[in-house]
């Protein structure tokens, strides 16, 4: 189930942020309809915990806040 979810995770371009031998994190981003079919995949992996920051935005360039 390991590299199925590596697999996974490298199709829908989400980023390992860490990883054990009994645990991977995983950053994904983009639309809500992609996050919801990650999340359905990686349930039947046996993911156990998910956390959600929602919209988020951040401007680019030069210029603050």
């Known amino acids: 189930k390991r590299i199925?979810?590596?697999r996974m995770a490298e199709i829908?371009?989400?980023?390992?942020?860490?990883?054990?031998t009994e645990?991977?994190?995983f950053e994904i981003t983009?639309?809500?309809s992609k996050i919801e079919q990650f999340i359905a995949i990686m349930v039947e992996?046996?993911?156990v915990e998910v956390s959600r920051t929602g919209i988020?935005?951040?401007a680019r360039g030069a210029k603050g806040m």
Request: proline share 0%; hydrophobic share 60%.
């Open 30 to 32: 983009g639309r809500t």
């Open 4 to 6: 199925e979810a590596l």
């Open 56 to 58: 988020a935005a951040i």
């Open 12 to 20: 829908f371009r989400a980023n390992v942020i860490d990883a054990s």
């Open 45 to 47: 992996l046996g993911l």
């Open 23 to 25: 645990h991977f994190v």
